[in-house]
């Protein structure tokens, strides 16, 4: 069983705009906010997001090793 996903983001902002809407679409609540970063809880299993001192600069690119992509079930459009 997955515990958390941690997702290191360069602007805030933009991703909680980009990401957010969806986890909150999907039954996830917003669980705390901080200065760097956000996190959605589903159950047992939340998601962060983070854009902390720690983050490196620079643009994220999928072929790089590590993340490639998440893929999540919604069901049909409606």
């Known amino acids: 069983m997955l515990h958390h996903l941690e997702l290191w983001v ?3 902002e933009t991703s909680e705009k980009s990401l957010g809407w969806l ?3 999907l039954g996830f609540e917003l669980e705390s906010r901080w200065n760097a970063g956000v996190s959605y809880r589903h159950g047992d299993f939340y998601i962060v997001l983070e854009s902390g001192p720690d983050v490196v600069p620079g643009a994220h690119e999928r072929t790089r090793a590590g993340l490639n992509h998440l893929a ?7």
Not at 72 to 78: E, I, K, L, V
């Open 23 to 25: 986890l909150l679409h």
């Open 72 to 78: 999540f079930q919604a069901g049909s459009p409606q």
């Open 10 to 12: 360069q602007d805030l």
